[in-house]
């Protein structure tokens, strides 16, 4: 699975951004798509995610500011960020989740994007 990010860049505090991610590859129709960010301070944290049932899971640095959601005929994620935090400035990663059937029994793969940079400043 390959994942393509897009929607980073420079945004003044309180402003708003969103982000996208694409799926490609081979993927079943029951995964977990979502978003994490890095910093040098916090290492990674999860910001959310999202199942192809709609069912989501966010920080709690981010609730109610930010929204996850999906086109699962896209395979395509996006996190909507509003009332931006200078402490929000971070790499944030797409993240790709599902279980596949082998031999030994159902093991869950996992795929991570390449990164794109959010920064909240003036």
């Known amino acids: 699975v390959q994942l393509v990010e897009s929607g980073g860049g420079l945004v003044q505090p309180g402003g708003s951004l969103t982000l996208s991610c694409a799926a490609s590859?081979?993927?079943?129709?029951?995964?977990?798509m979502g978003w994490y960010r890095h910093t040098a301070g916090n290492g990674r944290e999860l910001v959310a995610t999202?199942?192809?049932?709609?069912?989501?899971n966010y920080a709690d640095s981010v609730t109610g500011r930010f929204t996850i959601s999906r086109d699962n005929v896209k395979n395509t994620v996006y996190l909507q960020m509003n009332s931006l935090e200078p402490e929000d400035t971070a790499i944030y990663s797409c993240?790709?989740?599902?279980?596949?059937?082998?031999?030994?029994?159902?093991?869950?793969?996992?795929?991570w994007g390449k990164g794109t940079l959010v920064t909240v400043s003036t």
């Open positions: 993240n790709f989740k599902q279980d596949v059937a082998t031999i030994e029994g159902m093991n869950r793969v996992e795929y």
């Open positions: 590859g081979r993927i079943l129709s029951v995964n977990t």
């Open positions: 999202i199942t192809t049932a709609g069912t989501t």
